[in-house]
Every structure is written in structure tokens, then in C-alpha cells.
């Protein structure tokens, strides 16, 4: 039963079977040519899809690690940072910072709502001594489902030299986020969520700009120096063992991007978050992120109905229909539930998720029409075919 | 070709067609109570494996992520430590020890020679104010093949409080540790050695004398903080999305690891020792761990003999004899080889390196009567054949 689980959390995320071949090949020696070669051959694609011309390194850890090497190669202590919260994600950065001995400036938005480039704006203009060191901010915060302007928020920057640095893991080949052209410094991405392979990789690339500043840098950190990494990656290797396993099935995910493209792709979740709010609303279900421009392509937040405990939800939901969603985490556990439409999904694996979601609510009493999200999920269908 | 490569370079070692198998299984949600379970297994029989009844976490890193977080959980800056150095690894620990700001007292050690027990216990006499924190050393040094004696480095400490930290990423289920018997407090191991998993984990455990040291230390650290572990493990879990696919192949091959036993691995470990050792002496070539008992049963240094080329020699056994095998790092480049026969490997692999070792050699001049190797090699398999 588990191998036709219909997994929808927002990462680890299903995984194509050319993956998962790809992954099962023996043991590779990491510092034979062949290795080095398939580094190559991933950094540069990677590139591709971070669209930059920057190196992006490969860490060996989760997204969380690559989160702390946007913190501790640009950040000393006593430094000032801004740390924009939406979510977990951004109170981690936040914890981060303070961990390296910052002084954070952290500007808290309410759940479901975007983070707001103009506090970024009045704070800086405030800044006349140029103190503050960094801009921090997730593009897509995978705890509530918002995606944050980036764009916006590096406007509202001007010519402040504080870095702007991004965590990207569940934004990064789900929606458009032109590295350079936007002028992020630092932005990290994770193996488990839009790259379909499973966790253990981390991506982050640094702008000229960001090295300059690593030079002042006095990191504590020794595994998360970029630059060894910097060092390692200009011979196509890496400073301590990768994950060999998960890059070998990096390269082939990535293959299947670049194979399908990144066009397609943004406008396939386009697509996947429009059939999940539709089916949403049609279900009389309340969305968190009210706003449909900031709402994520990758993840979909949904308000728990009255009356109805998450927990028995989802007890129905894996035990009786083999669909897994998640929870909310922190002060939103048991308050919102979020549908992940990110990685391996095709359109099918969410009518599945909706006819399910439907019929758990239904024997849990909630007023729900069988059928009515699944409707909307299909109008959405067709609706692109025809555009198409 | 590469399908049928024989890999016997200290890890990434080759790795069983069952768990090959089981990583290839679809995405599992890591916060799932399944996944809960599978971490609740690992961690427990682990224990096992350390012969520890304390925790050990599993981080997702490579083993150097691992060595960091042994220092930076209980050694603050300024703080004086010890550490024993005979080759690459050592080095790393000493870096790692000066990046947070520790003062190193740095015993280095010629290579193919154990650390000397007696200069600790010199060492730790003239430290009336105990001032001194910890005791860095490795059990296997992977650089050279050296098996430091952990027991008798434990005994030389006497009643000094600094705390042991060993690294044991090749040494642990290779040779016998007794975590808890021998007075250990901190000890990691990695995934892609004896463990016979892809690289991307790596494990540690603590002592509850560490734990007290662990409370008085600022780390600048995150993504490395143990007490975030500890705190995670007892809900079996991970602060931080965890490699789930090397888990499950964690899992697996822990199953083998017990299934055989560790005593039998530790006999075994012994007799792939001793084939590749009077294989290499049979051959006339030179070993650079001379003292049999301090030389390593994961791995076998050999010198290069004069007038060949280990780049020349290399590229015969991998491009004509599908055989890899590592070379020599950092000074000693150039001038060992090493033979890993560590992880998944069967006796009959052995026999086919040392063949191909032969007429590599015989190709490059070296005046080696094939066989003479390889008869080493039976003769060996043979008397513990009879012994059993």
C-alpha cells in the first residue's frame, strides 16, 4: 500500500522512477574523474536554474544547513541584520543570526501575509551610517505558503549595500527567480522539494558582491565554509565526502528539468496552485493566504474547519485513502493543514488528494458535495489545455 | 564496466544489493509515524553497534559535519585541548579546534606511527589547573591505516576531567570499541564506511560528563547543535529534515551489520588485514604502518614503489583491471596508495585487487611474479578457514 502513497507535503516530495534507477546504481569513488565530472555537469546546470552566472555550491546537508552558510560566511557578531518573518522559516533565520551573535532587526508579518518591502525601505533609510550588514527573507515560506517579492524587496533596497540573502528552498524551479537580473546576493536551495530527489542536498550560490564581504567574515563554522567549497568546486570536487548517491540522482532530476523547462514548469504550478484553490473554495474550505499574488505555487495552507481536529483529518486521510498532506508546525499545528504541489506531482496525484481530502471530510461530518473540489480541479484542467 | 568495478578505496565503500533495494523505495513524509519508527529502530540498534547506552543522534552531513559538531558542542574559545595528530584527519581536528578558537596543543605524530599514550599522560600531568578540555584523536586514522590504541589513550588520562573525543568514522564495526567500557565521551562515525550506505550520514554519541561540559559552552553554531538533536530524539525525530532515503538504507544495513554480528565483522576485518598485508609483502612492496598491531583493518597503506608513478599505476587498475583503489592525500601524495578493505566487501574482492595489483605492476616494470600475491592472499583465507 505505502508504494502508491500520494505524498503532497511540501518536501521530501515524491521522486521519479529514472531518479530513483539512477540512485540505486553501485558506490562511485567522489574523487574519481567520473565524479568530477558529474559535478561539473550539475554546478553548471545548476546554474541554469538559479539563473546566474555565479557558482553554486553543493553542501552535503539539509536546507537548514545551507541556511546557516547564508548567515555565517557574511555575518559577524554584533553585526546588524534584518530578518523578515513570515513563518517558521524566517524565525530560523532570525534564530540563526542570533546565534552568531547578531542584532537582528526582525520584522514579523502575520501568517499569510507577504512580507512588506516597505518597512525594508523606512528601515534602511533610516540606517544613514550603513550598518546594517543583510536583508533576510524567504521567497517562498513553506510553513504558511507565501511567496514573498523578491523583486519588490530588492527595489526598496536602493542603493543600500546590506545583502540581500534568500532562502529559496522550496521557491527555487517553482517559481521565476532570476538570481542576477533580480541582484540577490545569497540564495540557498534544497534537494527535497522542486529538484525531486530526496533530502541530504543543499544548493547555494554567492554573488561578488557577497564574496567581498566574506573577506571581513570571521566564521566560526568549518564544514559550512563556502570557501572551501569555493576552492573545491573550482576542481570540480567537493571539501569533505558528498552525498554521492543523491547527486548522482541529481544530475538525472536536474536533466528532467531542464528537459521539461523552466517556463513550463512555472507555469505548471501556476496551474497546480490554481486547481488547489479552486477545489479549496469550491469545498467552502478558507484559504490562508488570502492574497492570490502572493499565494505560493509550491504549497497551499488551509484554514482547519471548526469542529474537525487535524489529527482524525489526517488519520483518514493516510489510513483510509494513502494521501499524505501536512500539518501546520508551531503556534499554526492543528490550525492549518497545507497540500504540497511540489516536486514529482502530476495534475492527477491532486484530483487524487482532493477526492480524498473530500471524502475525509464527509465522514468526519463536515458539509461537504462529493465531487465539488474535484469539479474545480477539473475546470482548471481543461481550462489550460484549451489556453495551451 | 562500471557496473562491475571493484571499489576498495576507505568509503564511499561498494554497497549491498539490499540496500540498494530498499533506498529505492518511493519518498517517505519524514514527520510520518512510520519514519518515526524507522528512526526509533536505527537509533536504538546503533547503540549497539557503539556499545553505548547512551543516545546516538544521526546528523545528515558527511563524517567532517560529524567532527565538528564533537567540538563545537563542548569547546568554547580560548579553551586549551589536545589533539593527537597522525595523518590528514588529525590535521582536520586540529583545524576545526583552531576555527572555534580553542588553543591547540597539537601532538603530531611521524605517519605509519600510533599515537603515544605517554606523551598524553605527560602532557595532562603538567596541567595542574586543569585547564585542559578534551583529548581529540581518531581510532582509524583513514589518511595512513593507523589503529590509535583508544583504551590505552583513555588509561594514560588517569583522573584528568578532560573529556575523550574520538573520531571513529572508519574504525566503528571495523574494530572492536567499546564505547562506554573504554570511558569515551564523545564518539562519531559516518555512513559510507563500515555502515555500507552511500555518504551523506553520520552519527554521534555523548556521555553524560559531555553533556555537563555541553552546558557551559557557547556554540556559534546551528545546524550542529547537539541539544537540538537530543531534544528531537526523544520525540524520534530530527530538528532538521533528515537524508530519509539513507536512513531507510540505514536501516537495512544495520540489519546486516547484526545479522552477522560484530564480533565476526571484527574477525573478519582482521583476516582482510592480514591477506592484504602478506600479499604486499609477498609482492616486495613496503608497508607503511609497520607494527602489525597499529595497523588498521579498514584500510592498508603501501608505499609507491620506486620508479612508478601512482597516477600511472592508477590508471592501469582502473582503466584496464576496473579495480579502484585511493591514493595518498595531502603530503603523502603520491607516495602510498591505499587498499580500503572496509564496508561490503568479500574476501574473493580482495583477491581479485591484489591480481590486478600484480599485473598493473607487471605492466609497469616492477619485477613482481604474478600470483605470488594472490597466493598470499588464499593461504590466509584458508588458515581461517581452518581455524573457524
Given at each position: ?50 539563473q ?87 521567497q ?10 523578491i523583486k ?19 521557491g527555487m524551479a517553482v517559481a521565476d527567480f532570476p538570481?542576477?537580473e533580480w ?79 523552466l517556463e513550463?514548469i512555472f507555469r505548471?504550478q ?27 505555487p ?91
Open positions: 500500500m505505502y508504494e502508491k502513497q500520494i505524498l503532497l507535503i511540501p518536501g521530501p516530495t515524491m521522486i521519479p522512477p529514472r531518479v530513483l534507477r539512477a540512485m540505486a546504481a553501485p558506490s562511485m569513488g567522489h574523487r574519481s574523474e567520473k565524479f568530477s565530472q558529474i559535478i561539473k555537469e550539475v554546478s553548471e546546470n545548476l546554474k541554469k536554474i538559479f546566474t552566472k555565479n557558482d553554486v555550491y553543493i553542501l552535503t546537508s539539509s536546507g537548514s544547513g545551507a541556511m546557516e552558510a547564508s548567515v555565517v560566511n557574511f555575518i559577524n557578531p554584533q553585526d546588524k541584520v534584518i530578518v523578515l518573518v513570515n513563518g517558521k522559516f524566517g524565525d530560523r533565520y532570525a534564530k540563526i543570526n542570533e546565534r552568531v551573535g547578531a542584532e537582528v532587526i526582525r520584522l514579523d508579518f502575520e501568517p499569510g501575509v507577504p512580507a512588506d518591502p516597505e518597512k525594508v525601505r523606512e528601515i534602511l533609510a533610516q540606517d544613514t551610517n550603513k550598518e546594517i550588514k543583510a536583508v533576510f527573507v524567504q517562498n515560506e513553506t510553513s504558511t505558503g507565501i511567496l514573498n517579492d519588490a524587496i530588492k527595489e526598496a533596497m536602493g542603493d543600500h549595500p546590506a545583502l540581500l540573502i534568500v532562502d529559496s528552498i522550496s538570481v542576477d541582484g540577490a546576493d545569497v540564495v540557498v536551495a534544497g534537494s527535497q522539494k522542486a529538484f525531486m530527489i530526496p533530502p541530504g542536498l543543499a544548493f547555494i550560490t554567492v554573488s561578488e558582491k557577497a564574496w567581498k564581504v566574506n573577506e571581513q567574515c570571521r566564521s566560526f563554522n568549518f564544514y559550512f565554509d563556502l570557501r572551501a567549497a569555493k576552492k573545491n568546486l573550482a576542481k570540480n570536487t567537493t571539501p569533505y565526502t558528498p552525498a554521492t548517491s543523491l547527486i548522482i540522482g541529481l544530475k538525472e532530476s536536474i536533466d528532467i528539468l531542464l528537459e521539461e523547462g513550463n505548471k501556476l496551474k497546480y496552485k490554481e486547481m488547489v484553490r479552486e477545489a479549496v473554495k469550491a469545498m467552502g474550505l478558507e484559504l490562508l493566504v488570502q492574497d492570490e499574488k502572493y499565494a505560493s509550491a504549497i497551499t495552507a488551509i484554514k482547519v474547519p471548526e469542529n474537525i481536529a487535524w489529527k482524525d483529518l489526517n488519520n483518514l486521510l493516510v489510513n483510509e485513502f494513502n494521501v499524505m498532506l501536512a500539518g501546520g508546525q508551531d503556534e499554526l499545528k492543528g490550525k492549518i493543514f497545507r497540500i504540497g504541489h511540489i516536486g514529482y506531482v502530476h495534475e492527477m496525484d491532486l484530483v487524487v488528494a482532493i477526492a480524498a481530502l473530500e471524502m475525509a471530510l464527509y465522514k468526519l461530518g463536515y458539509p461537504v458535495e462529493l465531487g465539488t473540489g474535484v469539479k474545480a480541479c477539473q475546470e482548471v484542467i481543461l481550462k489550460y489545455k484549451e489556453v495551451n
